[in-house]
């Protein structure tokens, strides 16, 4: 019988099984309660009461029988803190290795690399290195492969062989991940879906989800490690720092190792963006297409931006100067297009892609716009015959794209009144809402307001319809300055709220005359609007030389002597013209020439009488053409849609899941206000059946006549596709046509947002998990890398106690026994 074994109750050979082994006290008091109180009293006390003992003991005998009461104490003691033996040892057990692969959208980027020792490292981890020499075939092969592609052939080079190593190993398991996981892809050989109906589950990334599921997939069993391949753009689901703090926080050790695709230096990057433009326009108007030019890493350099239609240029080559270098800068674009013909068009506008480029897809923008070939309805009024009265009025009468009622107030009854050659003259003021609705555009020259009224309705009621006429029904309203009434005489009449201006209502101070005459001045957005440029074929410079004669050789347009002094553009007019020198109120020019958008319509002002003096130089030209793109550009509102009909949506492009915002305005027969509680608008997928979505009327507690007839619903975009709403008459004896909006639904893509490699995340789940981080180019140094304390997932620990032991019994009786004997021996019992 092994008598250590029976003293201490521990099997030695149990000990050797276990790598490590200590004595731990499960009762073991707090350090100052030991030191203070027990270790005194195990050493003092005995003594103290042998001290008082009978004196027949001699000293050296008390103290000796003090000092084993003091170990028979401290027996005791130790007893009572119940010493046990703490046994530890590692087992290994076969684990898991977990690879798992990104195959989101963004992994089919073609990083454009520019150094040198970047395609060496990449070419040696694709096996395209023989020798350790870089063909420049080889180097041609790598720029057209997308980060997916250097995964693969990384993952199945035959040097490296990374994969074979990890499943001699561990037990492996391999998954792709993007917005959801996949388990047991064919790891080196994956793709990309390439048709859009089947990439909607690419088009985000969520990392932090990925390691949650393979968790959750793989509870319970031993994991040794992770490794994730990826660029690291997360965009989607929890945040993977987050994922990793909640497995330190359940005291998982699993290390997490991130290899980093892409090229970690900024990307260079041209794009075009929010393109502006009609939906519909007219045959024989210039036609303007406004859009955003963004750049990043290009400083300098000078792009051109090319506008086709069916691959055939329809507008000269815009070039644009770029001016983003480390950051991105916007710079605004504007292009014109003349249609000829009227038809349905695909307008593209694109620039070059450049080879260094990392997103290939963002260089061109598309319009579809309709090209009618309507003639212009205008309604020009005017007080008197004055000078720009009578040429203005031949010009729109000739125009052959217009058809022109005139009305001058101060004609005699029997006096015909001019018009378009086929036009009925006309006998009053049409100021009945469904008269005015016929119109395109109103001309208002120098009239006494307080005639502009017919035998049914008063000059207020007149004036608040050609309100109307803008606002609701999206009608162009032009005011020509007069001496004697317009625009002073308008101040207190609803037309005022509309016009760009505020009129100055003093007759003493509202004119400014010159004795000699004064050209405008055209402000920046003058210089740059179609509305000012006379000729289509100068340039800029050449038609601000028109405007202002700078050269002295008099062949510019002819100043003016009169202008009307307003008290200040309004906040939201568009200045195109102001007087060279004289300031208005708020300290800017005078405007002569500016605009305003009015709701759906727009309004016109000009302040002088006098353009028809521009006929000396070149006849008719100038004078002609200028007005006819101010009638034109006024006309802009009603090429929008119905008269009665307006719709709205919050934007054209949106994603499954959001909420479709509808927006709708209804006017009866009457051109009044629909009051009524719902009205519905067809919704019409693309090769499906139309359904309908009941409108709501818009709350307006406080009754404003500009909040009636609006009704608002709304739709939740539930499947991909091409979508259009339409707004229109109910009945069939209602035959006004309708209008119609079209959105697209898709996949939410976020993969281009930021398509840089984001190293920062992928070494925040390395740092927070013990693992590390490499690039692509580093991929050999994986297998080395990974720790081989990943292979330790279990930990066996033994308890056994040591108190209760018969080494202690035997002590204690020992020691006693040696007390009672002494005792005896000196005559103390």
């Known amino acids: 019988m092994d008598l250590g074994k029976w003293l201490l109750g521990v099997d030695r050979t149990l000990v050797d099984q276990f790598q490590r082994w200590e004595i731990r006290w499960q009762a073991l008091p707090k350090a100052w309660v030991l030191i203070l109180i027990l270790l005194p009293l195990v050493l003092l006390v005995p003594g103290f009461f042998y001290k008082r003992e009978n004196q027949t003991a001699g000293g050296g005998s008390r103290f000796l029988l003090s000092v084993v009461r003091s170990a028979l104490i401290a027996i005791l003691l130790c007893a009572l803190f119940q010493p046990i033996l703490y046994l530890e040892r590692e087992l290994t057990k076969e684990s898991y290795l977990v690879v798992l692969v990104d195959e989101s959208l963004s992994m089919g980027l073609k990083d454009k690399y520019t150094e040198d020792e970047q395609y060496d490292a990449l070419a040696k981890v694709a096996g395209m290195a023989p020798g350790g020499r870089v063909s420049p075939d080889a180097r041609e092969r790598l720029r057209e492969m997308s980060r997916l592609d250097l995964v693969n052939m990384a993952l199945k080079n035959p040097e490296m062989r990374i994969l074979d190593q990890l499943k001699d190993r561990y037990i492996f398991k391999g998954y792709s991940f993007a917005k959801g996981l996949s388990p047991d892809p064919v790891l080196g050989s994956m793709n990309l879906p390439t048709r859009p109906e089947d990439q909607g589950p690419h088009r985000e990334t969520a990392i932090g989800n990925a390691i949650d599921s393979v968790l959750k997939e793989l509870h319970g069993q031993p994991i040794a490690a992770m490794v994730i391949i990826s660029d690291g753009r997360s965009n989607a689901g929890t ?33 075009l963006s929010r393109l502006e433009a009609p939906d519909v326009a007219v045959a024989g108007d210039f036609v303007e297409f406004k859009f955003t030019v963004a750049s990043k890493g290009f400083e300098g350099e000078i792009i051109q931006v090319a506008m086709t239609e069916k691959d055939t240029p329809v507008a000269p080559l815009y070039d644009v100067k770029l001016e983003g270098k480390e950051r991105e800068v916007e710079q605004a674009g504007l292009m014109k297009w003349k249609p000829e013909r009227p038809g349905e068009y695909l307008i593209r506008i694109a620039t070059p892609v450049r080879a260094e480029e990392l997103v290939e897809t963002n260089n061109e923008v598309f319009h579809k716009i309709r090209i009618i070939d309507n003639k212009i309805k205008v309604l020009f009024v005017e007080g008197y015959p004055r000078w720009e009265y009578r040429y203005l009025k031949n010009a729109l009468v000739r125009d052959k794209t217009m058809e022109v009622d005139v009305f001058l107030v101060s004609a005699d009854e029997d006096f015909p009144q001019e018009g378009s050659p086929g036009r009925p003259p006309l006998t009053e003021f049409p100021g009945e ?171 016109f002002f000009s302040a002088v009488d006098s353009t028809w003096r521009w006929r000396f130089i070149r006849g008719d030209q100038y004078f002609y053409t200028f007005w006819g ?201």
Request: glycine share 8%; aromatic share 8%; proline share 7%.
């Open 239 to 271: 945040d993977p720092a987050d994922v990793c703090a909640q497995l330190a926080d359940r005291g998982m050790r699993i290390p997490i190792y991130t290899v980093g695709v892409g090229n970690p230096l900024p990307p260079k990057d041209i794009s």
């Open 433 to 603: 809402k469904k008269q005015l609705a016929e119109y395109d555009v109103i001309i208002v020259g120098d009239v006494d307001p307080n005639v502009m009224r017919t035998a049914a309705l008063t000059a207020q009621q007149v004036q608040e319809n050609v309100v109307n006429f803008v606002e609701d029904l999206g009608g162009g309203l032009v005011m020509i300055a007069g001496e004697a009434w317009a625009p002073r005489m308008f101040a207190d009449t609803p037309i005022a709220r509309i016009l760009p201006i505020s009129i100055d209502r003093s007759s003493a101070s509202s004119a400014i005359l010159h004795e000699e005459p004064v050209r405008a001045d055209l402000t920046p957005l003058g210089k740059e609007s179609p509305l000012m440029r006379l000729v289509p074929s100068m340039s800029p410079e050449e038609n601000l030389e028109l405007w202002t004669d700078a050269d002295g050789k008099g062949d510019g347009l002819a100043g003016f002597y009169w202008f009307y002094r307003a008290r200040s553009p309004k906040a939201g007019a568009q200045v195109l013209a102001v007087h060279p020198t004289f300031e208005v109120e708020n300290g800017q020019k005078l405007p002569v020439f500016c605009f305003q958008r009015i709701g759906r319509g727009m309004t």
């Open 629 to 829: 793109q101010v009638v034109r550009h006024m006309r802009g509102g009603r090429l929008i849609g119905s008269k009665r009909f307006q719709l709205e949506l919050d934007k054209l492009d949106y994603a499954i899941g959001d909420r479709v915002r509808i927006l709708g305005r209804v006017l009866d027969k009457e051109y009044e206000p629909l009051r009524e509680p719902t009205y519905p608008v067809q919704l019409t997928p693309e090769g499906q059946l139309s359904v309908d979505i009941e409108m709501k009327a818009k709350e307006n507690p406080e009754n404003d006549p500009r909040k009636l007839g609006w009704f608002e619903g709304e739709y939740k975009a539930g499947r991909k596709g091409d979508y259009e709403v339409s707004l229109g008459p109910r009945g069939l004896d209602d035959d006004d046509p309708k209008v119609s909006v079209r959105f697209s639904v898709d996949d939410p893509n976020r993969e281009n947002d930021n398509p840089v490699m984001d190293a920062q995340v992928l070494k925040k789940v390395s740092e927070a998990t013990k693992g590390k981080f490499l690039t692509i180019y580093e991929i050999d140094r994986l297998i080395s890398t990974i720790k081989e304390t990943g292979e330790i997932v279990d930990i066996e620990t033994k308890e056994q106690d040591l108190w209760d032991t018969p080494l202690v019994f035997v002590l204690f009786a020992t020691l006693i026994t040696i007390e009672w004997v002494i005792r005896k021996f000196v005559r103390l019992i």
